[in-house]
């Protein structure tokens, strides 16, 4: 565990989550502690966690007088840190809830004195949404901590391997082989405030809509050609249009997908509409319908972005013959008054 070292894991809690109390027991959040460090796993990988974790246990976590060999264990440290902070706001929130009432043999009651009363619904609700927030911004600062430590080498040996096993771990490296393998690009296309949890969450979606509609697009020998240029960092000029024509398509069908599929908390706030009462604030009753008419608006997008890609591609391998292609679109033909479409 990441959390309790010598037995002090209240004050580790309070130091990380200023707003609650030392009177809570520690050993009551245990279970939930393990449930949230297996969360940050996956999103991490277990190799970067261990290495956090390992550190943590050791003697040299947060030594008083830095050791002059070893400048990473400070880095180290604040690794340590930044996991912690994620971990327990989600450890916290889940066993929240449960601590608003009181479970006796008389079943769930809640606590009421003059001096101190439930809060409202819409104020939990309210608090919820809050920690949800602290977490996953939480994770944002980790992943960009990860990011910007990714080929950091402790000053031993002659080529001494990354002290944090980020960029060689299986969730580092499975975004590698995508057209869209950054945050910023993605942005270009459909903002996600820059969340890189948002972008992780898309991943299995993107990779889903470029194996199945964006590499059909290509011959095997040109999207062999375009991976190879894209891991060298030197594209053609004619593979940086198609490129960025390919990103389109593939950024707007992958979010179309997501969004049926994803829960709320990890899309991007501002595409469905909250309805606030003066009871509780939740999400609006036609959520579901919502859902289907935003991913349908993105994939009929999707469609028009994924037809230019595939007339580019058409013209550049008609270019190669002396021919030139004009594309068309049979939608600009069709008449309101007319039961057939002109040719």
Known sequence: MILNKKSTGILELKELIGFIHKSINFDNMISYIGFAERHIQKIIGKEVFATAENHYNSD???????????????????????????????????????????????????????EEKPAFEWQIEKDNENLIRLENEGIDFLLEFLDDHIDDKSATGNDPPAYIPWGTSDAYKSSRDLLIFKVDQLERIFSIKGSRLVYLSLCPFIRLVQDNEIRSCFTEENWSALKEQILDDDLSQENIILIDLARQPLALLALSMAIRR?????????????????????????????RVEVSFMLEKDGIKQLKKLQDAIKANEMKSTGTIYVPVDLTERIKADKDFVRF
């Open 60 to 114: 040299n976590y947060k030594l008083v007088i830095p050791n002059k060999d070893h400048p990473e264990y400070v880095i180290l440290d604040d690794l340590v840190s930044k996991i912690q902070f994620p971990v327990s706001i989600n450890a916290y929130r889940h066993y929240v809830p449960s601590l608003d009432l009181i479970h006796s043999d008389k079943g769930r009651q809640i606590f009421v004195t003059n």
């Open 262 to 290: 994803l829960s709320v908390e990890l899309l991007p706030d501002g595409l469905f509409t909250n309805q606030v009462t003066g009871v509780i604030k939740s999400r609006d009753k036609t959520m579901k319908i919502d």
